[in-house]
């Protein structure tokens, strides 16, 4: 079992930064590919990043692609997003996630049906 927090969610400008982090706990060694997911109010969760164990490889959704970094370090069983030119359309609640396959497709690495293990989110709101 794997637990994860999230952290580092808040309130800025349009154009801003935020780096997002999560923390996970119990057995950490289960905890391979991992991703941030996100979900704004009425809408279905969407992907928004994934990270391999080593961290060598990582897929972005292109709304975020180019603006957006993921990254992870093993030795802290931590995650972070770090998240730059904000804008409104990426205010949402944003979630951890991991999965405890150690290889898992890429199809299955970009949806939320890839991830046994969920954090309870942190709210990011991106003001115009």
């Known amino acids: 079992q794997v637990q994860l927090v999230e952290s580092g969610g808040g309130l800025v400008q349009a154009g801003g930064s935020l780096r997002l982090s999560c923390a996970a706990s119990g057995r950490t060694s289960s905890m391979y590919v991992m991703a941030w997911f996100r979900q704004a109010p009425g809408k279905e969760r969407e992907f928004v990043a994934t990270i391999s164990w080593s961290g060598g490889v990582t897929y972005y959704a292109d709304s975020v692609k180019g603006r957006f970094t993921v990254s992870r370090d093993n030795a802290k069983n931590t995650a972070d997003l770090q998240m730059n030119s904000l804008k409104p359309e990426d205010t949402a609640l944003y979630y951890c996630?991991?999965?405890?396959?150690?290889?898992?497709?890429?199809?299955?690495?970009?949806?939320?049906?890839?991830?046994?293990?969920w954090g309870q989110g942190t709210q990011v709101t991106v003001s115009s």
């Open positions: 996630a991991a999965a405890r396959s150690p290889r898992i497709t890429t199809a299955q690495a970009m949806s939320s049906t890839g991830y046994n293990y």
